[in-house]
């Protein structure tokens, strides 16, 4: 189980300028949606934005901490 302000702050990590939201979707903390707003975006099609926030949470997902993610990005 992984903590909503442990995700935002692994991805701010990693996209400094991301203005993030996280939903536990089943309240086990396992379940997750995430809303990413970056700049670092731009340019970028939508398969390399979502890869850039599951690049953010690599360990989280490789020891399944979170089990599921549901990934929305934008730029501002």
């Known amino acids: ?32 949606q995430v809303k990413v707003v970056s700049a670092a975006f731009a340019g970028l099609n939508r398969v390399r934005q979502h890869q850039l926030v599951y690049g953010a949470l690599r360990s989280e997902l490789a020891t399944e901490a979170i089990h599921a993610l549901a990934v929305q990005t934008s730029t501002p």
């Open 1 to 32: 189980m992984v903590q909503p302000d442990q995700v935002r702050d692994a991805i701010c990590r990693a996209l400094p300028d991301a203005a993030v939201e996280v939903e536990d979707l089943t309240g086990g903390g396992d379940h997750l």
